[in-house]
């Protein structure tokens, strides 16, 4: 089998689509989620920090996407989470051969702590906040060759990618 790899515009395209979706989550999330939801994903931030301190990438990898699959279902959403899940295979494939900087995944799970925090707190704009410097800052690996980030114009924030 043969895959195909993906251009720069490709990369953008499915951060913009996965962006979108989760920016209706988010606020969904900020708007309705239940306490039982928020306490599941605080579970699977226990075991991200376990992953972290294991190394274990595969393990974090899997429970990263598992937290942002629970935001979109924990508000009883019911679209929003399945193309969310589809777009799962696009970001997997966008991932392969990516090396990423030591201490990378403690960043990502400090990025996850302080969304939800933001939701917790039902702070829509500080929780889509925390939500576009994730999403950029975590570096889906989105330059066509492999080696950084493609920076997008911010939705919400005057075109600033914040870190």
Not at 54 to 68: G, T
Not at 76 to 91: A, D, K, M
């Amino acid at each position: 089998m043969v895959v195909r790899g993906f251009s720069a515009e490709h990369r953008r395209e499915v951060l913009e689509v996965r962006e979108a979706l989760e920016r209706i989550a988010v606020m969904h999330a900020c708007a309705s989620m239940p306490v039982e939801a928020m306490d599941e994903l605080h579970t699977l931030l226990r075991r991200r920090k376990r992953a972290v301190e294991a190394e274990d990438e595969a393990a974090f990898i899997e429970l990263d996407e598992l937290f942002h699959l629970r935001i979109a279902a924990g508000t009883g959403l019911r679209v929003v989470p399945r193309i969310l899940t589809q777009l799962r295979g696009f970001v997997g494939v966008m991932r392969v051969g990516t090396v990423r900087a030591r201490g990378h995944l403690a960043t990502v799970l400090a990025e996850h702590r302080r969304l939800l925090a933001a939701i917790e707190a039902r702070d829509v704009p500080y929780a889509l906040r925390a939500l576009e410097d994730h999403l950029h800052t975590a570096n889906y690996p989105l330059a066509a060759d492999g080696g950084g980030a493609a920076s997008l114009p911010s939705q919400a924030h005057g075109g600033g990618s914040g870190a």
